[in-house]
């Protein structure tokens, strides 16, 4: 997919244009887990209201090209900042308040995930930028509905708007960066829980914003620093790295981190954490 920057004639704002080929969207099909058709229905489906989640202006399309006119982030990019952050701030109090504004405004966005029944799948710094800023939250070629039971017949299955009782989703491949990717995802395991891989990977975010690098290079049992922080001993490693977090954010990321996705937060008690509510 190429892209680049043009302006609205009549209200001279900038916008982006994603260029992408039906012949090239024809070869990776099955080959490539991010899918281009998908991103725009995600975008549709979500809305063009959230202002944490990058929406759809317009769509168009000729016979070789599928046209997705987005809005122009002139934040740059959330990594970068997080990086400058933790350099230049001189106290834990600092980094902790500058990161619980950013953390509070993606959690939002997956709260409207959520509601909507949408996974995303793919959650990184990669895919986040800033716009006024607010991060966006970017890239939903990777998105998923999630299944949920029929509340009057347990063995049909639906979405969010008729279903009381999410499903877990069909293995479909190890999508998304290593660094983020949940241990069930990276373990191939038969199922998951599409809610539950984007909290990890927003565990794994609001790890880096506070200590300005990643906490293990995958989650698999091959990586002593996962071992360590999935098994519950977060807060010893922190400390034997010298690295001073408050107890409630320390607390915040255990909870987020568990190798049992059963054990891992929900959302609704994120949003809730005392950390969070500050």
Request: charged fraction near 20%.
């Amino acid at each position: 997919m190429s892209s680049c920057t043009i302006i609205h004639l009549s209200t001279k704002i900038p916008l982006v244009s994603q260029i992408v080929s039906w012949a090239k969207m024809r070869f990776l099909r099955g080959k490539h887990l991010e899918d281009p058709i998908k991103e725009v229905a995600s975008m549709q489906l979500l809305g063009d209201y959230h202002p944490n989640i990058i929406s759809s202006i317009e769509v168009l399309q000729d016979e070789k090209y599928l046209y997705s006119v987005i809005p122009y982030c002139a934040g740059g990019d959330l990594y970068a900042r997080i990086i400058d952050e933790t350099r230049i701030s001189k106290s834990r109090e600092s980094v902790e308040a500058q990161a619980r504004i950013w953390f509070r405004q993606i959690i939002l966005a997956l709260d409207h995930f959520q509601r909507k029944g949408v996974c995303h799948r793919d959650l990184s710094l990669d895919n986040m930028l800033l716009h006024d800023d607010n991060v966006v939250i970017i890239d939903l070629g990777m998105c998923l509905r999630v299944p949920f039971s029929d509340h009057v017949n347990q063995n049909c299955v639906t979405d969010v708007s008729a279903g009381t009782m999410r499903r877990l989703i069909q293995a479909q491949g190890q999508g998304g960066r290593w660094v983020y990717m949940a241990p069930e995802i990276a373990a191939r395991d038969d199922q998951f829980d599409g809610f539950s891989v984007d909290i990890w990977a927003a565990g794994v975010i609001l790890y880096i914003m506070l200590v300005g690098r990643a906490p293990f290079k995958w989650a698999n049992e091959a990586d002593e620093h996962f071992q360590l922080f999935a098994s519950g001993h977060l807060s010893e490693v922190l400390a034997s790295w010298e690295i001073s977090l408050s107890d409630e954010a320390c607390d915040l990321l255990q909870n987020m981190f568990w190798r049992n996705p059963r054990r891992r937060l929900s959302l609704a008690q994120i949003m809730q954490h005392p950390w969070v509510v500050g």
